[in-house]
Structure formats: structure tokens, C-alpha cells
């Protein structure tokens, strides 16, 4: 398993690489406007798709480290609802033009 899994590491590591403009992990967005690579890239942890779905790889991962009282207190409380935030009265908006392409109703 872990020669299976060093394999896949390695592969996928080629395949980001040689792929920059366009590829199933990161999308094809980038792909019509490519230009030549010029610097090695270093594949990040987030972009390994492949390897990290790997039980045995997962053992491997650095274990986070336990929230502190600040930073748990932080990922809960949300921000509170502002009254009125808008423009103008509340309940009211405002009426669109219409234009050439509109149909009617």
C-alpha cells in the first residue's frame, strides 16, 4: 500500500505540474489565456486531491492544534443583524426601466 500510495503522490505531483493553465483539480479557467511557464511550480497540500484521499496519507497529516478559548468564542459568534442596512425605506424598491427587450406582462 505505501508503494501504491508513493506512486500516486509522485504522479500527481507530475500532473499539476504540467498542467498549470488547466487541470481537474484547479479547473480550466486558465486555460484560453495560457502563456508559457516559466517557474517551477510547487504543488501546495490543498491541491492534492489524489494523494491526500489515501487513509495511510491521512496518518501521515500534521494533527491540528486544539482551538484556544479566544478563537472557538471567534468561530461561533456571528455578527449581528443591522437594522435597516439598505437605502431608503424599508419595504420599498425601486422600479426598474423598461427597455426595448422587456416583454410584457
Known sequence: VATCDQMIYEREEKYICETPHGNVVKGWDGF??????TTKKTVRPEERMFSSSSWSMYCKLPKPEP???VDRH???SR???RENAGAGKPGRRKRRKKNQFDEEV
Open 32 to 37: 484560453m489565456d495560457a502563456k508559457q511557464q
Open 67 to 69: 482551538m484556544s478559548e
Open 74 to 76: 471567534m468561530a461561533v
Open 79 to 81: 455578527p449581528q443583524k
